[in-house]
């Protein structure tokens, strides 16, 4: 293979693959995650975390999180987690869900601590667990003032 | 004592979706923070909350000091019959607080 034919599988193949890849969106090794999912693997789909693509300030910005799924007796979301890259405190809300909530949504204002990168993973009640990943920039930290 | 804000639409017919949305009005305190004396406040944020309806449990959240001042939350739940929705929560102070509604189904 050519030095050239090998950049390019590199930049369209490699990307094209990691994007259908279970753990596409978590680490594997983060304790945080393995508590969550007990070293279960994240698949990427049918959620979505919706933030705006900046903030001026983190003390407060709207974030949404949908799982696209039914929500009857025999299939539903069980849970959904919302993660921190770079929190103090990482684990930021779980949400509990069932069959009774009719839709997987959940709104609700965040705090973050400067521009990174949020996951919110998804449990199934078949016990499968599916995610999405959004970064975000944010301009003003908000455990800036103080520390 | 905790005051809280509970919005849900006027009335709904029986099986349909009810988006349910709550403020809290609570500090939710990170544990960085300095007041105006230079002295450090100490964490106090609420950690858990549940919503019960009729009796049931149709929504529970942990939350962490990753949820800005004022908590707000915003779910669906299905409504049945006529009753009261009863939100209950707890802070790191072990301070408890409750606020309650009445969802109308038509």
Redesign the interface.
């Known amino acids: 293979m050519k030095r050239r034919d090998f950049l390019g599988f590199t930049l369209v193949i490699l990307p094209v693959q990691a994007l259908g890849q279970a753990n596409a969106h978590v680490s594997t090794t983060d304790p945080l995650v393995v508590a969550i999912t007990k070293g279960k693997d994240v698949l990427p789909g049918k959620v979505k975390l919706e933030l705006p693509a900046v903030a001026v300030n983190g ?3 709207a974030m ?1 999180v949908k799982v696209e799924s039914p929500m009857s007796a025999a299939q539903y979301v069980r849970a959904v987690h ?1 993660v ?1 890259e770079k ?12 069959p ?4 997987a ?8 601590n400067g521009t990174q990168r949020i996951t919110a993973i998804a449990e199934l009640s078949d016990g499968s667990f599916w995610s999405d990943q959004v970064a975000i920039e944010v301009r003003e930290a ?2 800036t ?3 | 004592m905790a005051l809280a804000r509970i919005q849900l639409p006027k009335d709904a017919k029986r099986g349909e979706l009810v988006e349910v949305r709550i403020v809290i009005q609570h500090p939710m305190e990170t544990g960085f923070r300095r007041d105006a004396g230079g002295e450090r406040v100490a964490r106090n944020a609420i950690h858990s909350l549940a919503c019960r309806y009729n009796g049931a449990e149709v929504f529970r959240a942990t939350l962490s000091t990753g949820i800005a001042a004022n908590p707000y939350l915003r779910f669906f739940l299905r409504a049945g019959e006529s009753g009261d929705l009863d939100f209950w929560w707890l802070d790191d102070d072990e301070k408890e607080g409750t606020a309650k509604t009445r969802l109308v189904v038509a």
């Open positions: 003390h407060s910005v949404t919302l921190s929190n103090p405190v990482r684990e930021m809300a779980t949400f509990y869900l069932g009774h909530s009719g839709r949504e959940v709104g609700s204002r965040i705090r973050l908000a455990c003032d103080g520390g």
